[in-house]
């Protein structure tokens, strides 16, 4: 009873201890975020922005403060003479800075939502890229199986009938190297294979499921300008550029101060305290150059962002002309890959049947086998591809997995 409990235990902490497997695109992205230092750090810079909508929404734009001074004669004279002074100062907005420093840290929290939308599209760039090499590199490990066990039972039939005096020696080395060379091709492959899932595993935090799903096909008619995270940042830079210009026209010089004094003093010692009450309205000169150099920062940083918009709008349309360029060719090498290894096929079984009859030697039979074979692996390698060409056409579209 104890030996099944442990070695229940014992399952238990191995199922614990393998990755978890991603099942679609979507779930290795989700999984993908939950630790990525950039999205983690999401939700305080979120904060951050909040905090500074909060911090325009208030009475002053710095918090007031408090002084408070006392004199006395009791180093000198001692006769009696003492005075206090408290002051309240609070600092004022400037005609239009109240208004302007909102639109500033609405405009700061929009660029950070963009900015974390633009994350998400470019993790998914990578696990796309990812997720196609671990299927480009299974299916090369399928093959080289396949071709590993073909290699080994023509091996055994060339030994089999050379033993009997059907074929020559040469047959017998050439069958053996063939099936060397298809053990090695199968031991490279793997490691490929295991390179590939390893490198998505380091992404997605997940293992590649056993079946990867191709990317269904983006709504017809989407134009990228309309959804593309990217262009979602530089617009919002742009928005967030003419708001700092607006803060910077806004704030001409420091913020004027509004103090409320209030006096409590006696001349001597015998004399009652008399208490006074005063306003005091404190404002700045104007920093002259130093504020229109301010204007002038902010005034080209909103030039260089409207023209990153159009450069933005104009490689996008590229890149997604281009994506669906390549999708075109991916359709078309696909359907003439299938033409091929139907007549690969064919010629296989003819030099199949002809070495068998003794009509043909065991040369023209392996390179008849290896076309066949280089047809079917490009056939796959061609639907395995297309598949990729619709996963980068929705990258370049900044469609979501």
């Given at each position: 009873m104890k030996t099944a409990s442990a070695l229940a235990l014992g399952l238990v902490a191995v199922l614990v201890s393998l990755p978890l497997g991603a099942q679609t695109l979507g779930d290795a992205l989700s999984?993908?975020?939950?630790?990525?230092?950039?999205?983690?750090?999401?939700?305080?810079?979120?904060?951050?922005?909040?905090?500074?909508?909060?911090?325009?929404?208030?009475?002053?734009?710095?918090?007031?403060?408090?002084?408070?001074?006392?004199?006395?004669?009791?180093?000198?004279?001692?006769?009696?003479?003492?005075?206090?002074?408290?002051?309240?100062?609070?600092?004022?907005?400037?005609?239009?800075?109240?208004?302007s420093q909102a639109a500033l840290a609405a405009s700061a929290r929009d660029a950070l939502r963009a900015s974390q939308q633009l994350l998400r599209l470019q993790l998914?760039?990578?696990?796309?890229?990812?997720?196609?090499?671990?299927?480009?590199?299974?299916?090369?490990?399928?093959?080289?199986?396949?071709?590993?066990?073909?290699?080994?039972?023509?091996?055994?039939?060339?030994?089999?009938?050379?033993?009997?005096?059907?074929?020559?020696?040469?047959?017998?080395?050439?069958?053996?190297?063939?099936?060397?060379?298809?053990?090695?091709?199968?031991?490279?492959?793997?490691?490929?294979?295991?390179?590939?899932?390893?490198?998505?595993?380091?992404?997605?935090?997940?293992?590649?499921?056993?079946?990867?799903?191709?990317?269904?096909?983006?709504?017809?008619?989407?134009?990228?300008?309309?959804?593309?995270?990217?262009?979602?940042?530089?617009?919002?830079?742009?928005?967030?550029?003419?708001?700092?210009?607006?803060?910077?026209?806004?704030?001409?010089?420091?913020?004027?101060?509004?103090?409320?004094?209030?006096?409590?003093?006696?001349?001597?010692?015998?004399?009652?305290?008399?208490?006074?009450?005063?306003?005091?309205?404190?404002?700045?000169?104007?920093?002259?150059?130093r504020a229109r150099q301010e204007s002038a920062a902010a005034r080209a940083e909103l030039v260089q962002a409207e023209a990153q918009v159009a450069l933005q709008e104009r490689k996008l349309t590229q890149e997604t002309a281009k994506a669906h360029r390549e999708r075109a060719v991916a359709q078309q090498q696909l359907g003439m890959a299938r033409e091929r290894l139907a007549l690969t096929a064919d010629s296989l079984a003819l030099a199949e049947k002809s070495f068998h009859l003794g009509e043909s030697d065991l040369v023209a039979l392996l390179r008849a086998r290896a076309v066949a074979q280089e047809a079917e692996a490009s056939l796959q390698r061609e639907e395995i591809a297309l598949a990729a060409s619709q996963s980068r056409l929705n990258q370049s579209l900044g469609v979501l997995p």
């Open positions: 999984n993908a975020l939950a630790s990525h230092p950039a999205a983690v750090a999401g939700a305080a810079r979120a904060e951050a922005a909040d905090l500074l909508v909060e911090a325009a929404d208030s009475l002053t734009p710095r918090p007031p403060s408090a002084s408070l001074a006392t004199l006395s004669d009791r180093l000198g004279s001692h006769y009696g003479r003492q005075e206090w002074e408290l002051e309240l100062a609070a600092p004022l907005w400037l005609p239009g800075q109240k208004a998914a760039g990578e696990l796309r890229e990812a997720w196609w090499a671990v299927a480009a590199a299974r299916n090369g490990e399928q093959l080289a199986q396949r071709r590993a066990h073909t290699a080994a039972s023509l091996e055994a039939d060339v030994q089999r009938r050379f033993q009997a005096g059907e074929l020559a020696r040469v047959d017998a080395n050439l069958a053996q190297s063939e099936n060397l060379d298809a053990q090695a091709a199968l031991a490279t492959a793997r490691s490929e294979r295991l390179q590939a899932e390893q490198v998505f595993h380091t992404l997605s935090g997940m293992a590649a499921p056993a079946v990867l799903a191709p990317e269904p096909a983006p709504t017809v008619g989407v134009a990228p300008a309309a959804i593309h995270p990217q262009l979602a940042v530089d617009r919002a830079a742009v928005q967030l550029a003419r708001a700092r210009l607006v803060v910077a026209d806004a704030t001409p010089r420091e913020a004027p101060e509004l103090a409320l004094r209030v006096l409590r003093e006696r001349s001597a010692r015998s004399d009652p305290y008399a208490n006074a009450l005063g306003i005091k309205l404190t404002i700045p000169f104007s920093p002259g150059p």
